[in-house]
């Protein structure tokens, strides 16, 4: 029976040596965290988050803004890292300068979209005015 546990846990340290590691931090707590836009916790985490080795994007706008934003250049919201095999990478994103850029964007974006709308508005107005 000890042989057994013995050969389970090796086996158990074999598949874990297959995955590389993210440590994720911040500068502010309860931030959430995306790893390739799938939310795996809130600051502080507890433990390193087990990945397959390779490239990872890191960020804490959840999958839909974070195309946006990474338009607008707001690069400093997610990082690209590459993770290695039986290894821990430490990630650490500023969070709280960024959060009140992101917040910006956001306002701009609404506003962006408004004035686009009441401008097309007016000239379909305009256009059913001339005939």
Known sequence: ????????????????AKFGFLDIKTDSMEVPFYIDGV????????NPIPVLP???????LPPDLTKKYVEENLTDAYKRVYVTPNDTLEVFLFYDHYIV??????????????????????????????T
């Open 1 to 16: 029976m000890c042989g057994l546990l013995s050969f389970a846990q090796a086996q158990q340290k074999s598949d874990m």
């Open 39 to 46: 939310f795996v916790g809130k600051h502080p985490l507890n």
């Open 54 to 60: 390779g490239f990872h994007l890191v960020s804490y």
């Open 101 to 130: 850029e992101t917040e910006i964007l956001d306002k701009q974006n609404t506003v962006r979209r408004i004035t686009t709308i009441s401008i097309i508005s007016m000239i379909v107005y305009l256009i059913f005015q001339i």
